[in-house]
């Protein structure tokens, strides 16, 4: 287990915004139209890839939860940059599977959709309708509440 959120960072980008709720290091964050930050809250969908980290300026660790208001460090990884993310309840992933949003900051397993017949593309056809954010780097089906996993940034 890492005492840190940001596992390898190649540039060096990050921002503070005030929480607008509870958050916990590792969440998949986005920017809300108030300036504050809040778990990324539509599944599948489009998210840029930014994290809570520890709020280690204040000698916290990654179990210490952010309170509503409270300033966040967030990190935007990029392309290739590891991070100890969250993974949703349940979710059965092996090593290479891609991740999106589960729309609660954290992630769950990317299954894409196959289209009918009548959608002008052959039946089975699967097309990418939800949005990857990472790549799992490690094997992990949590059954108890949602798991740390180490993940990269695609």
């Known amino acids: 287990m890492s005492n840190t959120v940001r596992l390898k960072n190649y540039l060096n ?12 290091p590792g969440h998949l964050v986005e920017l809300t139209s108030a300036g504050k930050v809040q778990k990324h809250s539509t ?3 489009t998210a840029i890839p930014m994290f809570a980290l520890e709020d280690e300026l204040q000698g916290k ?14 990190w935007i990884p990029t392309r290739g940059d590891r991070v100890y993310a969250l993974l949703a309840d349940s979710e059965n992933v092996e090593v ?3 991740l999106v949003s589960n729309g609660n900051g954290t992630l769950k397993k990317y299954v894409p959709a196959e289209v009918s017949g ?3 593309f052959d039946s089975g056809t699967s097309l990418p ?11 992990l089906n949590p059954t108890d509440g949602d798991a740390r996993i180490v993940v990269r940034i695609v």
């Open 43 to 45: 599944a599948g969908e």
């Open 13 to 24: 980008v990050f921002e503070e915004w005030e929480a607008a709720a509870a958050l916990t």
């Open 129 to 139: 309708d939800q949005k990857v954010v990472a790549q799992a780097l490690e094997e």
């Open 96 to 98: 290479g599977d891609f």
């Open 61 to 74: 660790e990654i179990s210490d939860d952010y309170a509503e208001n409270d300033p966040v460090q967030v």
């Open 118 to 120: 009548d959608s002008g």
